[in-house]
């Protein structure tokens, strides 16, 4: 199993710009969570999907950021439009049967 | 009541050395409580777990020390090694229908040669 991929690796873009981050979940989990982290902040979770549902998404900063699980292995965050406050490292990671969180190796936002 | 309090913000240990990181909550509720560890670039990696109904897990070189009266639990890193420097995050979580986890602050090791 190659773990929960994330892509890219890094993106660069200008303020104002929709930015789409992508997650591959481990198979047969199925709980998704994204995270943000910063030197500032931390690990903040943004939102959370069990099963393909939203359970909480109260950690997401504003409208401009939406997330989506299509399907039971794949699952986006879209910002839009970007601000360079959202520069951030982005996680995503899954969950299978127990409380065991496998995270992603992490895209890191810049937003100029 | 579902914060995840960590100690120290950052720590410098010689290598052989003991490197033990705190942390506390608030929730009695919660009933799982990992240790994360980050290497820069990488996500966090599961390093160990504990479950209120023991006080010590050891695995290797890493050990949890828990205290349920005082709400707090310890990561024990014995014979620290500079590979060991890195960022390391206790969390905790309850059972429930998600049983998502509350992170602690972070702690970056650093072990010296």
């Known amino acids: 199993d190659a773990g929960v991929i994330q892509s890219p690796r890094h993106e660069v873009t200008e303020m104002g710009q929709e930015v789409t981050l992508r997650c591959k979940l481990i198979?047969?989990?199925?709980?998704l969570f994204w995270y943000r982290q910063t030197m500032m902040r931390g690990l903040e979770l943004l939102i959370y999907?069990?099963?393909?549902?939203?359970?909480?998404d109260s950690g997401m900063p504003e409208d401009r950021f939406s997330a989506k699980m299509p399907n039971a292995s794949f699952s986006t965050l879209k910002i839009q439009p970007s601000e360079p406050r959202d520069s951030a490292v982005y996680f995503c990671?899954?969950?299978?049967?127990?409380?065991?969180?496998?995270f992603g190796s992490g895209t890191q936002l810049s937003v100029l | 009541q579902q914060q995840v309090k960590q100690s120290p913000q950052s720590l410098i240990v010689q290598k052989g050395g003991i490197s033990i990181i705190n942390c506390a909550y608030e929730?009695?509720?919660?009933?799982?409580f990992p240790w994360y560890q980050q290497f820069p670039g990488k996500g966090p990696a599961l390093l160990i777990a504990?479950?209120?109904?023991?006080s010590e897990k050891k695995e290797g070189r890493f050990t949890i020390s828990f205290n349920k009266s005082a709400k707090q639990f310890s990561l024990h890193i014995m014979d620290s090694q500079p590979g060991d420097s890195a960022t390391y995050f206790c969390?905790?979580?309850?059972?429930?229908?998600?049983?998502?986890?509350?992170f602690g602050s972070g702690t970056q090791l650093t072990v010296l040669p």
């Open positions: 990671a899954s969950r299978g049967p127990n409380e065991k969180l496998f």
């Open positions: 198979s047969g989990h199925n709980s």
């Open positions: 999907f069990n099963n393909n549902v939203p359970i909480d």
């Open positions: 929730n009695t509720a919660f009933d799982y």
């Open positions: 504990i479950r209120p109904d023991v």
């Open positions: 969390a905790a979580t309850f059972s429930g229908s998600a049983r998502q986890l509350t």
